[in-house]
């Protein structure tokens, strides 16, 4: 006889929300007081403290992870003519930055275990126009920095991170972000650190490349009313800076709990078809998603479905094979790792919040199926 709870969420950010609410609510009070909407203050101090988390020297809020990567690009000094090699296996806006700024998108394959850029099909990538190489931190895994730092370096490459889905994953001892030329992060709602709206930010310990984004950021302006270049407006609001800087201060304790429900997954998921995500050799997953791989995942998905748990389908389709992209001439068969992942992988419920019972219930649902 089971007692189990009926349904599982794939997120929960409403009870969140209340446990925040009051915090915020008085953090916006003191800005309307002030009328300090934007940048200002808030924006200043959460991004020192997101430096100082980091260990990086630099950290610049933005209006969204996808500005993100494209201001990174620019500053940069990526544009038409120029290839970036990434990941095929990772939200739509990784590539979309790449062909925003008028540069090519070159796709290389994956690893089979940690779902990210496979160092020696991006070598196998690399051509005269190479000019970086975008890898994607994806669900959280850590993608493999020092191999793709040494290649980097090995043909003059700069190296961006798309740490969207990874606040708080840690390659070795360093935490990502700290790695790349920059590193791009998004606050989406759904994120490891994320706001009640759009927000993003990027890292870096470069000097230069700092006071780039900084105009980029702020219409290509390098003083009032004077403008050097064609820019963006691409702030951070000062209302989802004083949230994340609350956030920010229980993200170890957020992280923490995203282990303990992976854990959890790990354990009871031993004896079914599905395969529970790869651990980083050294280093941390910071579990945004908690993706399975799973023979007949189509059937799951829709027993799941039927028994009201929330599930994701990351990622249906690479995308060297979206339709936008068709002209670059990819085919089915030519990213092999990308193209099965796309078939076999389903990302379950995790929260901060979530109990073992919820997990439980989960679980018993992929057991019976
Ligand atoms: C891997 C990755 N890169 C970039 C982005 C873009 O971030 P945003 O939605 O904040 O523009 C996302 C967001 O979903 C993402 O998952």
Redesign the pocket.
């Known amino acids: 006889m089971s007692n189990q709870i009926e349904g599982v969420p794939y997120l929960d950010l409403a009870s969140e929300f209340h446990t925040l609410r009051d915090d915020w609510v008085a953090a916006i009070d003191r800005l309307g007081s002030k009328a300090a909407f934007i940048l200002g203050d808030a924006v200043t101090e959460f991004q020192q403290e997101v430096a100082d988390y980091i260990g990086c020297r630099h950290a610049l809020g933005v209006a969204?992870?996808?500005d993100a990567?494209v201001l990174s690009l620019r500053a940069l000094d990526i544009g038409p003519g120029d290839e970036v090699i990434t990941s095929p296996f990772?939200?739509f806006?990784?590539a979309e930055s790449i062909s925003l700024v008028g540069a090519t998108p070159v796709f290389a394959d994956v690893d089979e275990a940690s779902f990210n850029l496979s160092p020696s099909s991006v070598e196998s990538r690399i051509t005269d126009s190479t000019k970086a190489i975008l890898p994607?931190h994806i669900f959280g895994h850590p993608a493999d920095m020092a191999q793709l730092r040494r290649i980097a370096t090995e043909h003059g490459l700069k190296l961006i991170e798309?740490a969207?889905?990874a606040f708080g994953a840690k390659s070795g001892e360093a935490i990502v972000g700290s790695l790349g030329d920059t590193g791009c992060f998004?606050f989406?709602p759904a994120k490891v650190l994320g706001c009640y709206g759009?927000g993003?930010l990027v890292t870096t310990s470069d000097e230069g490349i700092f006071e780039e984004l900084q105009q980029l950021r702020n219409h290509g302006a390098i003083a009032a009313f004077t403008h050097t270049q064609i820019g963006y407006n691409s702030r951070l609001d000062a209302v989802q800076a004083a949230l994340l800087g609350i956030k920010l201060k229980k993200i170890e304790q957020d992280l923490a709990q995203r282990q303990k429900i992976a854990a959890w997954y790990d354990e009871r998921l031993e004896e079914t078809d599905a395969l529970p995500p790869a651990r980083p050799d050294h280093g941390r997953h910071a579990f945004n998603l908690y993706t399975i791989r799973h023979p007949r995942r189509n059937a799951l998905r829709q027993a799941l479905g039927d028994a009201k748990i929330g599930t994701n389908q990351c990622y249906p389709q690479g995308l060297h094979l979206q339709q936008v992209y068709s002209h670059l001439g990819y085919q089915p068969g030519d990213l092999p790792v990308t193209d099965q992942l796309c078939t076999e992988t389903l990302s379950l419920p995790i929260f901060p919040g979530m109990t073992e019972e919820q997990v439980e219930t989960v679980c018993e649902v992929i057991r019976k199926a």
Do not use: E, I
Request: charge should be negative; avoid cysteine; glycine fraction near 12%.
């Open positions: 969204n992870g996808t990567l990772t939200f806006a990784t994607v798309d969207a889905q998004s989406y759009d993003g």
